[in-house]
């Protein structure tokens, strides 16, 4: 797999980077792969464990013991703990308010990001999450950031039902040591704040081509 068969999409906490990248897959024909979910899947299974998530020392030791698998089924990562499916789960206020903790590890993201080349390099792909561009897939030509308002960001969780504060997992996210939440340099920023979701992937479609990105062929219509 090269480096134009790699879509990168990153951005902070609620920006709908998540939504974005899925549409797009859908458009294209391609995967589409979720790293936060694998970061809360770990996060979970830390919660379920016993094991203190402020407690580095302990994370590390308790890594090697949770059973996390990564399938791809119809374009989409599943994330399997135990041979059991979470994704219900993933999205709850304990693992809302534990995964960048958990994220700040270097040797969780060093388990992560391999699994994540692994992945995306198996199939054409957009994947999406914090550190894509910058150290996932540094090599890929296609490298998208997703901003929004802090206000809207904030809004979108709410309509989603979701108490998630955004603004402090953003904090810790951009603050830490290893593999920081920011733009690569060579990323197009694009800001959802007052754009529909339908417009978001359309700007990205049209900028594809000059990115190396030939997509003839593949593409269906928009479908979540
Ligand atoms: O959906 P939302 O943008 O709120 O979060 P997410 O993509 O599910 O990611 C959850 C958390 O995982 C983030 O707040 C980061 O702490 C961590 N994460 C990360 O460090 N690196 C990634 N590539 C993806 C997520």
Same mark, same amino acid.
């Given at each position: 797999?090269?480096?134009?068969?790699?879509?990168?999409?990153?951005?902070?906490?609620?920006?709908?980077?998540?939504?974005?990248?899925?549409?797009?897959?859908?458009?294209?024909?391609?995967?589409?792969?979720?790293?936060?979910?694998?970061?809360?899947?770990?996060? !979970?299974?830390? !919660?379920?464990?016993?094991?203190?998530?402020?407690?580095?020392?302990?994370?590390?030791?308790?890594?090697?013991?949770?059973?996390? #698998?990564?399938?791809?089924?119809?374009?989409?990562?599943?994330?399997?703990?135990?041979?059991?499916?979470?994704?219900?789960?993933? =999205?709850?206020?304990?693992?809302? =308010? +534990?995964? +960048?903790?958990?994220?700040?590890?270097? &040797?969780?993201?060093?388990?992560?990001?391999?699994? &994540?080349?692994?992945?995306?390099?198996?199939?054409? +792909?957009?994947?999406?999450?914090?550190?894509?561009?910058?150290?996932?897939?540094?090599?890929?030509?296609?490298?998208?950031?997703?901003?929004?308002?802090? #206000?809207?960001?904030?809004?979108?969780?709410?309509? &989603?039902?979701?108490?998630?504060?955004?603004?402090?997992?953003?904090?810790?996210?951009?603050?830490?040591?290893?593999?920081? !939440?920011?733009?690569?340099?060579?990323?197009?920023?694009?800001?959802? +704040? #007052? !754009?529909?979701? &339908?417009?978001?992937?359309?700007?990205?479609?049209?900028?594809?081509?000059?990115?190396?990105?030939?997509?003839?062929?593949?593409?269906?219509?928009?479908?979540?």
């Amino acid at each position: 797999m090269s480096a134009d068969k790699i879509i990168t999409i990153d951005g902070p906490a609620a920006s709908g980077k998540s939504s974005v990248a899925r549409l797009l897959a859908n458009h294209l024909g391609w995967a589409c792969i979720n790293t936060g979910n694998m970061y809360r899947a770990i996060t !979970l299974g830390l !919660l379920k464990a016993g094991v203190d998530v402020h407690d580095e020392a302990a994370v590390v030791t308790a890594l090697p013991t949770i059973p996390l #698998e990564n399938v791809l089924v119809d374009g989409r990562n599943l994330i399997l703990l135990s041979g059991q499916e979470v994704e219900n789960e993933l =999205n709850s206020e304990d693992v809302n =308010n +534990s995964v +960048s903790h958990v994220a700040k590890v270097p &040797q969780v993201r060093t388990q992560l990001v391999a699994m &994540q080349r692994d992945l995306g390099l198996a199939q054409p +792909s957009v994947m999406e999450g914090r550190d894509i561009g910058t150290v996932v897939f540094p090599e890929a030509s296609a490298k998208f950031y997703i901003d929004a308002s802090e #206000e809207v960001r904030a809004r979108r969780r709410g309509d &989603q039902g979701l108490s998630d504060s955004v603004r402090e997992r953003d904090r810790m996210d951009s603050t830490r040591k290893t593999a920081p !939440l920011m733009a690569a340099a060579d990323a197009v920023i694009i800001d959802s +704040s #007052e !754009l529909s979701l &339908q417009e978001v992937v359309d700007k990205i479609v049209a900028l594809l081509p000059s990115r190396g990105v030939i997509t003839s062929g593949k593409a269906s219509s928009y479908a979540a």
